[in-house]
């Protein structure tokens, strides 16, 4: 599905698509972005009746402001409550890399960024969640269905093969469900 552009109004359609293709093919987990919490808990509500497992990866504390975390924290509550996953962790295609690149003006990182990107901003964000959420043990080495956006909410799907980030190149993007043309 080409969505005309990118963004937050697109997340309900996004979602919908995303998790109808996940029940369509089998695949158990569904990976979702959330920078505050709205696109978990639409995600929720979606998911509800299904058995795909839900896992939201927020931003990083000190993402925008040193010692500050984003996502409000009685969603992340609600959102464990009712089964799903919230992880908040090292961003595998930013943190070093932006270190880096703020110092010495220059990253390979930022190589991999761009060159992601050129799918759209919630191309990269799948990317990395899918290695990130590896990472932390909460998905195998599977076909995952993740879901990300451009700035807030999501404009994003694909079925990913994920892999830990040490194996990022190991990442295959399966298929791609949803993305904006304009971006």
Do not use: C, W
């Not at 309900?12 to 995303?18: D, F, G, I, K, P």
């Amino acid at each position: 599905m080409i969505l005309k552009k990118a963004g937050k109004d697109n997340t309900e359609v996004t979602l919908q698509e995303a998790i109808r293709v996940a029940q369509e093919r089998d695949i158990k987990y569904l990976v979702v972005a959330s920078t505050s919490g709205n696109t978990a808990l639409e995600a929720l509500k979606l998911t509800d009746r299904t058995s795909i497992k839900l896992i939201v990866v927020t931003h990083n504390t000190g993402f925008s402001e040193s010692g500050k975390q984003s996502f409000d924290p009685a969603v992340r509550e609600q959102l464990e409550r009712a089964g799903a996953v919230v992880h908040t962790g090292t961003m595998v295609l930013r943190n070093l890399g932006a270190a880096i690149r703020d110092r010495f003006k220059f990253s390979e990182t930022e190589i991999v960024n761009a060159t992601l990107r050129m799918f759209g901003q919630g191309m990269k964000v799948v990317a990395e969640m899918a290695a990130m959420t590896s990472d932390a043990g909460l998905i195998p080495p599977t076909d995952v269905m993740v879901v990300a956006g451009t700035g807030r909410g999501a404009d994003t799907a694909a079925v990913v093969k994920a892999d830990s980030s040490n194996r990022f190149f190991d990442i295959k993007i399966r298929e791609i469900v949803v993305k904006p043309f304009d971006f």
